[in-house]
Structures are given as structure tokens and as C-alpha cells.
């Protein structure tokens, strides 16, 4: 279950009742999040919950709503990120379905951030600026309402509340300023009478139990991919409903915008995140507004692929969006501050100069590609993953860049993003990839399993393949990917693929190394998202950055399990990109952190092969050993 269930006069018995041990509310929680979600609630959160969760449920007993349903900790659908309580119950006015969102704050006092209305400070609160609750909730109500089939054209159905019930109103008293609408609403304590009108307002004092069950049990609306929609997000307007502290970042780099151009002044803004935390939604969403606003704006990044596939897609038809994608090392000779915002995708791929062996001698410098970056722009934008740094030279890092922006006296805003949207919003699947790798502290632990995502061994390349196709047959996007651990050769004269990548008797070409089309397959930069790409097997290089339904990985020799953990092969591998320069240690972290960026690719689910049997019998005792067709 998606979330804590309980009506309204249960809960509130529950956390009343003086024969359970103190804070038994937030506890019983935290337990239901442990065995549905995987998640491990801190200390802090299960102490709001005792404190939050019994003055709502209060206030809807006493509002005569007892029997209204209290969906605490509602985990939004193909996402880790949890709204506090969804209400659900009848609608007084229609006798259909009736959804209300509340964001429980405890604050006692807030006010907007440098006069932005959309950014607020909390007194005594450590972290700098928050997102204004009332667009919190806002966010959750959108998002809710398009995923969920049970309230497909019924938009008006979900409402929002943002709840400060320890505040008063003269000290947020500036918060209500951006309260446009009746969907979404501020209350605090002071208008706690207010509350309960609104309350009985939405809901008559019936049974929510019917209500609960379509939005627990009602299909979900599939995933808007980033790539399908990036042309209209550049180009029209705002796609994407941006969550929490998806939609902080969003405001924080806008305000710095504003505020630099009238203080003339420069900020550094760094956003961090997981794969599928939603870096590249936030950099679209930025590019699309700030351009559409008349700012001088550019998208770059490290990676050919991802940039050309957006050129592709965003720029089609469009020679002026085309050239709004850059690469890094476009800017060696660039005015400083000649641009108002450059936004840095998967910015843990800047290197440490923009020079290579083909840049002319007259502009070879020692200068760093980072403060080429910084210097482009009066706002420049970082999104970074550092488990995504998987070549010799890479150096995108969030102390790097702090380090070289303080050093100049620039302002720094960090935001880290905890939503997960890519594996079907799996937390818990990451945080098992992470330890699988010995990237997070702890051994490899069995798969806990998750409702949302689907991990499986498979015993072949071949039913993996299989597996696959039938996922592609089914209107699914699919791809396999593997370790880089067989010869990557040039295309053949005859324009066709040799098929290095063999285990035992299946055989499969890697990619296209160039960049156009061999036969039936696609330039190496459009596999992950061009048609005939599933026929060859993909890199870490080609699949960084995209994401697809279904995932397959071949873990090839350079990472085997011995003794229960997974260790590294050097000597196994075919990147060269490790070479002599590249130490032992580096190598070790480069090889882990190219399987985490392969194993976190899938939206839907990922399959798992190994031709080494030890690692194989590994990954199905902890997966189990049955197949995705049984």
C-alpha cells in the first residue's frame, strides 16, 4: 500500500490511546514505511508525525468528519516523493469522490525570501530558503491529478491545504500573499475555525473508505518522458509538474537571475541528485522559461549523445533551438558574463580543461573548464550526479565547484533533490544498487522487493534478449547495455556491425561508434531513443543520460563477486579510456559507478545477467531465481 491508512476518528483514538507506548503514532509510521517502501524514516520525521498527524485527525473529528479517510505519507505515483496526508472522503456538493492534500507544517513563523513570494525563510530553520507551501502542495495536487486514472478529467476533485498549524497569523502574516486560488489555501492555528468550515465544505460526514480505494487501487497514467515532451517544454510551455525541491531549484535559479541582473552581481547555483531525480526536467523547464522570458540562456553538457539527441528532438525544425544545446568546451572564448543563465547538465562530466588534441595551438591554455563555465554566465546552473563519473578526467563535483566559486566571492545555492522518477520513483532500488557496488556503506542485501519497480536474473543472454523483445512487442521501450569488456570494432565495409559483444553461443554488436547510421542502426548519439537501437547493445557512454521502460545489464569480467562482495577487474576491461594515467584505486571507482549509471537506467524494471557463474548465483540469491516470464 501506497500509503498509511486510517479514517480520521481511528487515528485520532490511536494516538490518544494511553496503553501503547509513547509516540506509538509516529512509530507505527515509520513501520509501515519500512515494509512497503523500503524507507527508513529519521528520528526527526517520526517526532512530526506525532506531533502533526493527531491535530489534523482532531480537527476533522471535530469538524463531525470522523469517518473521512487520513492517507498518511501518500507516495505519488512512479515516485519515492510522499505528500503528508491526502484526505479522502465524498464530496458535499456532488456526492463523487473528494481529494484534499495537506501539507502539514510545523513553522512557527516564516516570511518571503528577499521579497520573492515564492520563496520563503522559516525562523530558526538551518538550510536556507524553502518553497512557499501553498506551491508545495500545489505541485502534489497537479501531479497527483494527472497521473491518476481515477481522476482523468476530473481535475477539480483534488484540492490543497497547506496546514501551519503552530503558526500564527501575524507571523506569516506575508505568506498569504501568493494564495491566487480557492484549489489550493494557507490556515494556521489562528484560523483553525476556518479550517473546519473549509473542511465541511469538501467533505460530507460519510464513509471515505470507497474514495480511499480508487486512489490507492486506480490505474496510473504512464510517465511523461522527458524526451517526448522536450520540444514542446523548449519551445510552448511548462510540461512538466516540477515537485518539492524539483520546483525550489526551479525558483531559486530565477531569483538569482532577477537578482543578479539588478544587483549586477553573479550567483552559483548547484543542484544534486540520483538518476531519475528529475536534473534534466528542471534544466528544460529552465531553459524553456528563462528563454521565453527574452533571458540570454544556454543549455550544455559533457556528453555527444545527450546533446545531440537534444538537438534532435527540442531543436527540430528550429535552427535557433538547435543552438541553444552546447557542449562544455564552447566556452574557451566566451565574454564573461556574456550570458544571463547557463544551465550545466550532468555536470559531474566537466573535465578538468576544454583543450583536447584538436584544439589549435592559439588557444591552449591551463585555464579550468569549470571557471570557463563560471565565467560564462552571471548565473550559471550545475545538475549533477557524483556516481555518474565514470572516465579518467572527469571532475564535476560539488566541492570542486563550491571550492572555485567561493574562492571568487560568488554566492553558492546547493539544493539537493531526494525525489526519485526514473525506476518507477524505487528509492529503496537505488539505495540496493548503491550497496550492491560498495558505493554506500554496508554489504549487498537481498532485494526487499517494490510494487513500483521490477529487479529480476535472468539465465542466458539469450532469454534476456527475449525477455526484452517480447517488453518492445508490448509498446514498452526497451535496451540492453553492458560492462565494457569485449573489443569494440570499426563498421565493416559491407556497412554492417561485427558482433563483439559474445557469451558462449549469442552474440550482439555494441553500438555505432560514429555519428551516422550504419545499416539498420542509429548513430551512436540516437541509440538509447532512435528506432533500431535495441539491436545492438549499448555503453555506459550511449546510455548515460536517457532512460527507457525496461533495462537489461550484462555484468561483464571486470566486475566479478568473490567472497560475497563485488570486486573490480582491471585487467577484464576493454575502456580506453583507462590507461596507464589511470590508477588502480580510479579505475575501481570509474568500473563501479559505469554499472551503477547502466543499472539505473529503467524506469520499469531491470533484468541482470552475469556469464561468471560465482556472480551469477550471487545476484540470484539475492533477487531470488525466478524469471520475469514465470
Not at 481522476?151 to 483534488?158: F, M, N, S, T, Y
Not at 490505474?219 to 509538474?241: H, N, T, Y
Not at 509498446?475 to 554492417?496: H, L, N, Q, V
Request: proline share 4%.
Amino acid at each position: 500500500m501506497t500509503a498509511f491508512r486510517h479514517s480520521a476518528e481511528s487515528l485520532a483514538k490511536l494516538a490518544t490511546d494511553v496503553s501503547v507506548p509513547e509516540r506509538r503514532l509516529g512509530e507505527a509510521v515509520a513501520e509501515h514505511l519500512r515494509t512497503t517502501m523500503g524507507v527508513n524514516p529519521s528520528p526527526s520525521e517520526r517526532r512530526s508525525w506525532d506531533r502533526s498527524l493527531p491535530v489534523l485527525a482532531r480537527d476533522l473529528v471535530d469538524a463531525g468528519l470522523g469517518h473521512v479517510e487520513m492517507l498518511v505519507e501518500y507516495r505519488l505515483p512512479l515516485t519515492s516523493k510522499r505528500a503528508d496526508v491526502v484526505l479522502a472522503g465524498v464530496d458535499r456538493r456532488t456526492g463523487g469522490d473528494a481529494y484534499v492534500v495537506v501539507e502539514l507544517k510545523q513553522w512557527s513563523g516564516a516570511e518571503p525570501f528577499e521579497g520573492d513570494p515564492r520563496l520563503v525563510l522559516v525562523e530558526s530553520a538551518p538550510g536556507g530558503p524553502k518553497l512557499h507551501p501553498v506551491l508545495q502542495v500545489q505541485g502534489y495536487c497537479e501531479y497527483i491529478a494527472g497521473f491518476v486514472g481515477a481522476l482523468e478529467g476530473r481535475d477539480d476533485a483534488i484540492r490543497g491545504v497547506a496546514y501551519l498549524h503552530n503558526a500564527a497569523d501575524p507571523d506569516v502574516q506575508d505568506l498569504y500573499n501568493d494564495v491566487l486560488d480557492d484549489r489550493t489555501r494557507l490556515f494556521t492555528k489562528t484560523r483553525r475555525g476556518a479550517f473546519l468550515e473549509y473542511l465541511r465544505e469538501q467533505f460530507a460526514p460519510r464513509s471515505g473508505a470507497g474514495a480511499a480505494d480508487r486512489l490507492l487501487n486506480g490505474a496510473v497514467r504512464p510517465s511523461k518522458q522527458l524526451l517526448s515532451l522536450a520540444a514542446r517544454e523548449v519551445r510552448d510551455r511548462e510540461q512538466f509538474v516540477l515537485l518539492s525541491e524539483q520546483r525550489l531549484a526551479y525558483e531559486i535559479v530565477l531569483n538569482s537571475v532577477e537578482r543578479a541582473r539588478r544587483a549586477d552581481s553573479k550567483e552559483v547555483v548547484i543542484v544534486t541528485g540520483g538518476p531519475g531525480s528529475g536534473k534534466s526536467v528542471i534544466a528544460l523547464s529552465l531553459l524553456g522559461e528563462l528563454s521565453r522570458r527574452g533571458r540570454r540562456v544556454l543549455h550544455a553538457t559533457g556528453s555527444r549523445s545527450f546533446t545531440e539527441t537534444m538537438r534532435r528532438i527540442a531543436g527540430r525544425g528550429s535552427s535557433q533551438v538547435k543552438s541553444m544545446f552546447k557542449y562544455f568546451n564552447s566556452f574557451m572564448q566566451a565574454d564573461r558574463n556574456g550570458l544571463e543563465v547557463l544551465i550545466c547538465d550532468e555536470a559531474h562530466r566537466i573535465r578538468e580543461t576544454s583543450q583536447n588534441r584538436y584544439t589549435p595551438a592559439r588557444l591552449r591554455s591551463d585555464r579550468r573548464q569549470i571557471d570557463e563555465l563560471i565565467d560564462a554566465a552571471r548565473v550559471p546552473v550545475f545538475l549533477l550526479d557524483e556516481h555518474q563519473v565514470v572516465r579518467p578526467g572527469e571532475l564535476g563535483s560539488v566541492a570542486e565547484i563550491r571550492a572555485h566559486a567561493e574562492a571568487r566571492g560568488f554566492r553558492v545555492h546547493e539544493i539537493s533533490l531526494d525525489g526519485q522518477f526514473r525506476c518507477g520513483g524505487s528509492r529503496a532500488y537505488e539505495d540496493w544498487v548503491l550497496r550492491l557496488l560498495g558505493l554506500r556503506g554496508g554489504e549487498p542485501v537481498p532485494w526487499a522487493g517494490d510494487d513500483r519497480f521490477e529487479v529480476s536474473p535472468v539465465q542466458s543472454p539469450q532469454e534476456l534478449e527475449a525477455l526484452l523483445r517480447a517488453k518492445l512487442t508490448e509498446g514498452y521501450s526497451a535496451r540492453m547495455t553492458a560492462g565494457f569488456c569485449w573489443p569494440w570494432s570499426e563498421p565493416r565495409k559491407d556497412d554492417t556491425l561485427a558482433c563483439d559483444v559474445r557469451i558462449g553461443d549469442w552474440s550482439r554488436p555494441w553500438n555505432v561508434k560514429g555519428d551516422r547510421a550504419v545499416g539498420g542502426a542509429p548513430a551512436s548519439a540516437l541509440w538509447a531513443t532512435a528506432d533500431g537501437g535495441f539491436e545492438q547493445v549499448g555503453c555506459v557512454y550511449t546510455a548515460q543520460g536517457f532512460e527507457y521502460d525496461w533495462n537489461g545489464v550484462i555484468i561483464g569480467p571486470d566486475l566479478v563477486v568473490r567472497g560475497g562482495r563485488f570486486v573490480t577487474v582491471r585487467a577484464a576491461s576493454k575502456d580506453p579510456a583507462l590507461t596507464r594515467g589511470t590508477t588502480d584505486a580510479e579505475a575501481d571507482r570509474l568500473i563501479r559507478n559505469t554499472y551503477k549509471v547502466l543499472l539505473t537506467r529503467g524506469m520499469l524494471g531491470t533484468l541482470l545477467f552475469s556469464a561468471d557463474p560465482e556472480t551469477q548465483s550471487f545476484l540470484e540469491e539475492l533477487l531470488g531465481s525466478e524469471s520475469l516470464e514465470e
